[in-house]
């Protein structure tokens, strides 16, 4: 369908692929004014109500001279800590895992300097202490699961565990994902494949097969968030969570550069827990849609663990200081808060740098994904759209 819009005085033409189911044209409209003022944009947006797929519509580019399609992936970012934090949940409701488990029985080398009273609920509500490691690391050590781990293990907490909170942006994925492999013996890529995206017969990955690098969007950083990463990187009080981001050199400041960090395909097939999912909007939003209710024949988590998983473990004001609103945590979950809304305040999930959002609604049963390769930073549009999507219901 192609929506025909007047901005500013001007025709503005926004082609959108996909289907809306009657009712929900709102939503795609949304979707459509999130291209305004934005060239060379692409995005897509899925939606499903009780396992049903309501919007399912995808536009723009997906690199230079490349179209986004159906098919089109793309780093999804922080997206993949709820993943994890799915994992885990599994994890717990089979009872290889606990929430209160501390962390060195599952992976005794975790207790040096310090770290050994550290319970999984501290790992996954980031209030470990790691938000940054105090050694740089190198691409090369990057792109090894083995030589991260064994970073953390050393690394001496900025706090006593559990006694303060600061997000921990890519360090959250090693410290969630060496535990997982620890109670499971697999890895986190051939965990995630077993246990979620060959059982939904989805499109995501944490780590691809060399095939996919083909479909795969090129991230681009939009001006706000240019500016971000330009004041965070000056800022001299502001060190360690600039560390915290780039791992000391590991990743560029915005993440992405041309051909560079999350646009390196070496990095998209690396497990890189945090931040190194790739996925399609629809497979997103089809593995939160299973959180809450059947989807594709699957269900993949219970509503006992989704209690418990979905209770506020850190809010309020965070160790390193930063101007709020502040998020909301569960275990490794992103709750509805000032600094992200669902469509009602017991939605859960998790959003990514750039303006991925993806969650879940227990209540209306809803799965919902918001991918694109334009990076911004204080984003909105996938706050307008599920603005939206709260509308329609």
């Given amino acids: 369908m192609a929506i025909d819009r007047e901005r500013d005085g001007g025709a503005v033409n926004t082609r959108i692929d996909g289907a809306v189911e009657a009712g929900f044209g709102g939503v795609a409209d949304a979707f459509a004014r999130a291209f305004d003022g934005r060239k060379g944009m692409g995005a897509a947006l899925s939606v499903l109500v009780d396992g049903k797929t309501i919007v399912d519509v995808w536009a723009g580019e997906a690199g230079p001279d490349a179209a986004w399609k159906a098919e089109t992936a793309s780093v999804i970012f922080s997206c993949t800590k709820g993943l994890m934090a799915i994992l885990v949940a599994q994890c717990v409701e089979q009872g290889s895992i606990g929430y209160d488990d501390l962390v060195v029985d599952h992976w005794p080398e975790f207790a040096r300097n310090g770290k050994e009273s550290t319970r999984v609920r501290h790992l996954l509500a980031h209030r470990a202490g790691v938000p940054a490691l105090r050694r740089p690391l190198s691409r090369a050590q990057l792109l090894d699961f083995a030589q991260v781990v064994a970073e953390v293990e050393q690394s001496e907490p900025f706090w006593a565990p559990g006694t303060a909170y600061a997000y921990h942006p890519i360090t959250h994925g090693w410290l969630v994902g060496e535990v997982l492999r620890r109670a499971t013996g697999l890895s986190v890529r051939e965990l995630f494949d077993r246990a979620i995206s060959s059982p939904l017969g989805v499109d995501a990955w944490i780590g691809i097969p060399p095939a996919v690098e083909e479909r795969v969007a090129t991230m681009s950083i939009g001006a706000t968030l240019a500016d971000a990463t ?13 560390q915290a981001m780039t791992l ?15 646009n390196d395909p070496a990095l998209h097939r690396a497990i890189i827990p945090g931040a190194g999912g790739v996925a399609t909007a629809r497979a997103l939003a089809t593995v939160w849609s299973a959180t809450v209710t059947q989807t594709n024949g699957h269900r993949l988590i219970g509503e006992d663990v989704r209690m418990e998983a979905t209770s506020v473990q850190s809010a309020g004001e965070p160790f390193f200081t930063a101007p709020g609103p502040w998020p909301a945590w569960g275990m490794g979950f992103q709750l509805d808060s000032g600094a992200r809304r669902y469509v009602t305040p017991q939605g859960f999930g998790h959003d990514g740098a750039g303006g991925q959002v993806a969650f879940a ?31 329609a219901l």
């Fill in 230 to 242: 330009a004041r965070l990187v000056e800022d001299p009080q502001n060190h360690w969570p600039a």
């Fill in 248 to 262: 000391g050199g590991a990743l560029p400041a915005a993440l992405v550069g041309p051909g560079s960090g999350f």
């Fill in 361 to 391: 609604e227990p209540e209306a049963k809803i799965g919902f994904a918001f991918l694109t390769n334009m990076m911004e930073a204080g984003d909105d549009r996938g706050t307008a759209i599920v603005d939206a999507l709260r509308n």
